[in-house]
């Protein structure tokens, strides 16, 4: 849910319970009112009517409510001895309305010449369903109109308002930090967003520089080994030289040599990655696809042969597309490698080149590869112990590189390497 | 043949002069660039190894200094930085090869006689190693004027071990240096085993007097019969 939406929503739930208490506490203080004022009304006509009664003792018989709305009747004093003035609801036949309508009574009772009177003056009344129609209807539409005006304000005003955190938030939403993008901030008087801004222009100047400085340290470090590496290479080849030696001790020296050798090899593999991230293959030139998968089949021939396992390319045209040559190489040599070396001793491995991708199947006695993280850094497959782990990790990225797509499926016993070329 | 190593680090410079005096060449040392230059104005060498990181200077102001004084020394440049934009400044300024470290010593006496081959024996390149001919530019071999059909990696392996004859050169070098750098990462060198064994068959056949011989498991040796 939205920001702005989300408090709407907030504003619109409170205000209806805000409302509703409101209102009702507004009726009942609305009719405390009403009738106070009624109240006072009858009292002030009964008062004036029982001072003209003393005049005029006509009035003093009148049991009927006619036009004037009261009624006068002899009492017996012992009943009404501790009577006291009475407020009553009622109703009567309304002319008018042709209706029963709610009225209001005052019942008193008064002393004239020694006799006693009950009097029961009548006014009408206000009629209270009418009454909650007309609050509900009118309460209704300031709810409606105060939520209105909320929306209004969210819309125009503080969507105004939050457009620096939205306008950050749709950078953040694309930046990738190895591509060293730039956020543009919108300046702003709101301290918070202000705040914001310069937050996440700290936070992402500190995430940039140890990202470049962890890629500078595996360059760095790569470059730092190859030195300490080629001397202990070299000093064991010198030993080899030595005629003295057993054959045990150089078995355990041949070891030492292969375990070298795959420092070496692995060490490599980390400057060949770091060097295509911080891009240092940038040259570009139309490099033919189909040549260069030629050359690496008869590169691996001898490999694949040994392993009793058949290289077939199928391509039609010249495939030509502008990259750089020996990443190009590294991709399709890495792939058919990774094919080698896990394909089915006896088997076909079959490569199909076309202008919209490559792809190259495998049979192999594992499972499905789909789900397992194929692609990352020194994941490996199987128990292969020679293997660096980072051959379909490099292929990846040199595919990332070049705005290809690297995908992996798995159908029918085959592992399915496809690069789509864009 | 003299050859000088320029080369900061003193273990590194160790191994490489015992490795190639034990070719018999004449091997000098320099481990600043000051002591590289001044050699380089007294003497004349026929193969100069250059280390690129020197701790007073870089080696490609060296690689100038040769090639301006029109001097016809071979030059391999030797760094550590297998950087891309090195190389090919290296060999734009007139480098005849470049090697990066680490890098096996077989691979280095195969660069460097290939080096000499070039500078020293120009128009003269046949290659004779008991009764066989090697004719490194038309890529031909012969066994008592009979040629011996090798394809090109049967030949590209041949020459590498016939470059360290007598030596032994490692299975992993030998890999690298016919089958390329890509393929260094491959599960196991088992394959050089059946290229070796035709290879010798085909020597064989034509009654070579050299033979091939594996060295413990480790690499190969080609050595008279």
């Known amino acids: ?422 | 043949m003299k050859i000088l190593i320029v080369e900061d680090e003193p273990q590194m410079l160790e191994n490489m002069s015992k490795n190639l005096e034990a070719e018999g060449f004449l091997v000098t040392g320099a481990a600043t660039f000051a002591q590289a230059r001044d050699r380089i104005g007294v003497y004349d060498y026929d193969c100069i190894l250059l280390d690129i990181n020197l701790p007073d200077g870089n080696g490609l102001e060296l690689l100038k200094i040769i090639k301006k004084k029109g001097l016809g020394d071979g030059v391999i440049i030797v760094s550590a930085k297998d950087s891309l934009d090195d190389k090919l400044q290296g060999l734009d300024l007139g480098a005849d090869d470049y090697l990066p470290k680490p890098f096996h010593m077989a691979e280095l006496r195969a660069r460097v006689k290939a080096v000499l081959r070039r500078k020293i024996f120009e128009g003269q390149d046949e290659l004779r190693i008991a009764n066989m001919a090697i004719n490194i530019s038309n890529r031909t071999v012969f066994i008592e004027k009979k040629e011996v059909e090798l394809n090109r990696k049967e030949y590209d392996v041949l020459l590498y071990l016939v470059s360290n004859k007598d030596r032994l050169a490692n299975k992993t070098a030998l890999a690298e240096h016919v089958w390329g750098d890509h393929i260094d990462q491959a599960d196991n060198f088992d394959f050089i085993y059946s290229q070796i064994k035709n290879l010798r068959k085909k020597l064989d056949a034509h009654d070579a007097e050299i033979d091939i011989k594996a060295v413990y498991g480790i690499g190969y040796k080609l050595q008279d019969k």
């Open chain 1, 1 to 422: 849910m939205k920001l702005l939406n989300y408090t709407s929503t907030y504003f619109s739930i409170i205000l209806l319970v805000l409302i509703s208490i409101w209102a009702v506490v507004f009726y009942y203080a609305m009719f405390v009112e009403i009738y106070d004022s009624i109240d006072d009304g009858l009292e002030h006509r009964k008062m004036l009517l029982i001072a003209r009664a003393s005049k005029d003792l006509s009035l003093l018989d009148k049991p009927q409510f006619d036009e004037y709305l009261f009624t006068i009747n002899r009492v017996d004093y012992n009943n009404h001895r501790i009577f006291k003035d009475t407020y009553k609801d009622s109703v009567m036949y309304m002319v008018n309305e042709e209706d029963y309508e709610p009225v209001r009574l005052l019942e008193s009772v008064f002393k004239n010449d020694e006799e006693y009177y009950k009097i029961v003056v009548m006014t009408s009344m206000v009629e209270e369903d009418d009454q909650i129609n007309n609050l509900l209807k009118y309460t209704i539409l300031l709810y409606a109109s105060l939520i209105a005006s909320i929306l209004l304000l969210n819309n125009l005003f503080l969507r105004r308002i939050w457009q620096p955190f939205y306008k950050i938030l749709d950078q953040l939403k694309d930046y990738q930090l190895e591509k060293k993008d730039t956020i543009h901030y919108k300046t702003t008087k709101i301290e918070e967003f202000a705040l914001l801004n310069e937050s996440i222009e700290k936070l992402l100047n500190r995430a940039q520089k140890s990202y470049s400085n962890q890629k500078q340290f595996i360059e760095n470090a790569s470059h730092e080994l190859q030195t300490p590496l080629a001397i202990a290479i070299n000093k064991l080849e010198l030993l080899f030289e030595d005629e003295s030696l057993s054959e045990r001790q150089a078995e355990q020296l041949q070891q030492t040599l292969e375990n070298l050798e795959r420092l070496t090899r692995l060490n490599r593999s980390l400057l060949l990655i770091s060097k295509i991230e911080n891009n240092q293959f940038p040259s570009r030139e139309n490099v033919n696809f189909q040549d260069i998968l030629e050359q690496i089949i008869s590169d691996f021939s001898e490999m694949a042969a040994h392993k009793n396992l058949r290289l077939i390319l199928d391509t039609q045209q010249k495939i030509i597309k502008n990259t750089n040559i020996d990443l190009t190489y590294i991709l399709f040599s890495n792939l058919i490698k990774n094919a080698i070396s896990h394909g089915q001793p006896g088997s076909v491995i079959s490569m199909r080149l076309t202008n919209k991708n490559f792809i190259i199947n495998n049979y192999s006695q594992t499972d499905s590869l789909q789900n397992k993280p194929i692609f990352e850094r020194f994941h490996k497959i199987g128990d292969h112990v020679n293997s660096t782990g980072l051959g379909l990790s490099i292929a990846q990225s040199i595919a990332e590189k070049f705005g290809f797509n690297l995908e992996y499926r798995f159908l029918d016993g085959q592992h399915i390497f496809t690069v789509n070329f864009k």
